[in-house]
């Protein structure tokens, strides 16, 4: 069974709801048999490479909300994240464009690296407090080595705009046709959607139906789902 999950490295839903899903998948009995893809899916695809901002500043500017609002829900989304045993840093932390970081994650799947990639990439933008987004190619190439990438290569990739970028654009694409407008989605066997970082418990039901049974496309819980989209990230207040 293939499970496919479009996600961006800047949304902190994103972040939770992988740990949520692996624990389903852990304490799946067809575990060994779930191959994970990872796809392409950009919250702020308009943003300049250049265009570094503090995560506060964009979400008062973008969603027109105070300062002290945009630090109440960092403060919350923190709290999600330890939960699930996550370090999440709820001050200090930068927003960019995220897209060579989706070329590279498609570099990371010919190499057989996708996951190992992904999981540093939302370390360093979540967890870390250097930025990700503020001290050049060299820093992503650094993640990308400990990925188990050549560092060569990496820097290759990230040096030639062009170089995947038709793959990144053709998640995108196929995420709309999916009806997925926020992200994390998680699509299993072309059978079962789940939106948003759903409890462990969610995932643990759609691995169950999807491995038996081959229907249209359902999605769960798409309206009430955590996740980040163009009206920003959903944040419980409680």
Not at 9 to 33: N, S
Not at 83 to 97: I, K, P, S, V
């Amino acid at each position: 069974m293939r499970v496919e999950i479009w996600s961006d490295i800047a949304c902190p839903w994103c972040y939770v709801g992988k740990a949520r899903f692996e624990k389903a998948l852990a304490a799946f009995p067809h575990r060994d048999r779930v191959e994970v893809v990872h796809r392409s899916f950009e919250l702020d695809p308009g943003r300049a490479k250049d265009d570094v901002q503090p995560v506060l500043t964009m979400l008062s500017r973008k969603y027109g909300m105070s300062e002290a609002q945009a630090q109440a829900g960092e403060d919350n989304l923190g709290a999600q994240a330890a939960a699930e045993g996550l370090a999440y840093r709820t001050r200090g932390r930068d927003h960019g464009n995220t897209f060579d970081l989706h070329r590279l994650l498609h570099f990371a799947k010919e190499q057989g690296r996708q996951d190992e990639l992904i999981q540093l990439l939302y370390r360093a933008n979540f967890a870390e407090e250097r930025s990700l987004f503020t001290e050049g190619d060299e820093r992503i190439v650094e993640l990308a080595a400990e990925a188990g990438l050549d560092a060569d290569a990496a820097r290759a990739v990230l040096a030639d705009p062009e170089r995947y970028a038709d793959e990144v654009r053709a998640d995108e694409r196929e995420a709309a046709q999916l009806g997925a407008t926020g992200v994390p989605f998680f699509v299993l066997d072309r059978a079962y959607g789940v939106s948003g970082a759903q409890p462990a418990e969610v995932f643990s039901q759609a691995l169950t139906q999807a491995w038996g049974d081959r229907s249209p496309l359902t999605v769960i819980d798409q309206d009430d789902a955590q996740a980040c989209g163009a009206d920003g990230c959903a944040v419980p207040q409680h």
